[in-house]
């Protein structure tokens, strides 16, 4: 076994920069506290990088890329160090907090917020791949399904504001897309839905993808129809992009209910996801422990 590399930081150690994480870090430095965060992709943003428009955030209609630039630019504003690692556990005691990445590099901080956000769920679909990526043809966002050279043709599987606002980016792309729900009217705003077909998407409501059938550049999708509102048939596409959920992302904790490390963000399980209750968990995250379960004189 290789020996560990412990470093020792007296300050609060963000694991992610997301809208929850950079919030925490940014609120941290306001505070006069040292602060770190460490981020496995080494970019602040988070999963809002990947939306193509964002109309529920203060100063109106954003990209999600720009959105992540302003989160970025924040970082760099404060001074705070941002290192790309990969959290793999944290542990608690003995008035210290122990981040590790499984393979020999570990932190001893003086505590931490825990903001590693969420990642896509596979459905349970006969014939859908296991895995993510370009060999399987499936994807987890339109960014990387438009990655490299881009399909000519996608079908998106979903129903909420996800699948359509990835939808639209597809279009825009000059990608042939449709989008397969299984609810007769989708969950997504009417703006949305409204929006996504005005831009040339086919929305194809009320059915279920009941087998995938095929393989990358060539999948076929069998559906079981409700009496749903498709504009035309389900056609045979060279991707697919899913949109049916994500699940919180958490390092393995062994913390119990210490009160040097609070959890932040999407990775708290919340149903309903918001850039603006994830900016707010990560500081009301730091501020807790600022103000209640860590000495502050020991942070600054």
Same mark, same amino acid.
């Given at each position: 076994m290789a020996e560990t590399d412990m470093r020792r930081f007296d300050g609060v150690a963000v694991v992610g920069a997301g809208a929850a994480g950079v919030s925490a870090a940014v609120e941290a430095a306001r505070l006069g506290a040292r602060v770190l965060i460490l981020e496995a992709s080494g970019r602040a943003g988070g999963v809002v990088r990947l939306a193509h428009e964002v109309r529920n955030f203060p100063g109106g209609a954003r990209t999600g890329a720009g959105i992540a630039e302003m989160f970025g630019a924040q970082v760099v504003q404060w001074g705070i160090p941002l290192e790309r690692r990969l959290v793999k556990s944290v542990t608690a005691g003995a008035g210290r907090v122990v981040l590790a990445d499984g393979g020999g590099w570990a932190l001893e901080a003086a505590a931490a917020v825990v903001a590693t956000g969420t990642a896509p769920v596979m459905p349970e679909i006969p014939g859908m791949p296991a895995s993510f990526g370009q060999d399987s043809g499936v994807f987890s966002s339109a960014c990387s399904a438009l990655a490299g050279?881009?399909?000519?043709?996608a079908a998106v599987i979903g129903g909420f504001d996800v699948a359509f606002d990835q939808a639209r980016l597809l279009a825009g792309r000059g990608v042939a897309t449709c989008?397969?729900?299984?609810?007769? *009217? =989708?969950?997504?705003?009417?703006?949305l839905v409204e929006a996504a077909r005005t831009e040339g998407v086919a929305i194809l409501s009320g059915l279920e993808v009941s087998k995938v059938c095929g393989r990358a550049g060539e999948w076929r999708?069998?559906?079981?129809?409700?009496?749903?509102?498709?504009?035309?048939? *389900? =056609?045979?596409?060279?991707?697919?992009?899913?949109?049916?959920g994500r699940k919180p992302v958490l390092p393995v904790m062994d913390c119990g209910a210490s009160p040097l490390v609070r959890v932040a963000g999407d990775a708290l399980g919340r149903p309903g996801r918001y850039l603006s209750a994830a900016m707010a968990d990560g500081c009301l995250a730091v501020r807790d422990l600022l103000c209640g379960g860590v000495s502050n004189g020991g942070l600054r």
């Open positions: 050279i881009p399909p000519s043709s989008v397969l729900c299984r609810r007769r *009217v =989708p969950a997504a705003p009417p703006w999708l069998e559906t079981a129809g409700s009496g749903g509102m498709a504009d035309g048939p *389900v =056609p045979v596409v060279e991707s697919v992009v899913i949109a049916v």
